[in-house]
Nanobody, 124 residues
Framework: QVQLVESGGGLMQPGGSLRLSCTTS????????VGWFRQAPGKEREGVSC????????YYADSVKGRFTISRDNAKNTVYLQMNRLESEDTAVYYC?????????????????WGKGTLVTVSS
């Protein structure tokens, strides 16, 4: 049974850091692309970052480039999103999702399993 569970969200002041974790089970993590998406109140879900199968490529939305870093630990079946210099605009529910096997990108329509999300609130 494929599962993805996000954790690490919370309340942080602007300029602070958080690390989100996506713990997976039921599949070989190294073989799949995994993406982080977020949905702010009243807005559509958007892609934040993606790590390809085999860690051959990473992708970042322009809004987080230089501040967020995606990584994975296959031994722990976990994908991380390190978020630094947080801004109020980063406030959202963050979701991780599994992409295609052997995949290079994380197109929204190609993600087949999703976690339930973790809330990140950036506020002073």
């Amino acid at each position: 049974q494929v599962q993805l569970v996000e954790s690490g969200g919370g309340l942080m002041q602007p300029g602070g850091s958080l690390r989100l974790s996506c713990t997976t089970s039921g599949f070989n993590l190294d073989y799949y692309a995994v993406g982080w998406f977020r949905q702010a109140p009243g807005k559509e879900r958007e892609g934040v970052s993606c790590i390809s199968a085999g860690d051959l490529n990473t992708y970042y939305a322009d809004s987080v480039k230089g501040r967020f870093t995606i990584s994975r630990d296959n031994a722990k079946n976990t994908v991380y999103l390190q978020m630094n210099r947080l801004e109020s605009e980063d406030t959202a529910v963050y979701y991780c999702a599994r992409g295609p096997k052997g995949g290079y990108f994380c197109d929204y329509d190609d993600m087949d399993y999703w976690g339930k999300g973790t809330l990140v609130t950036v506020s002073s």
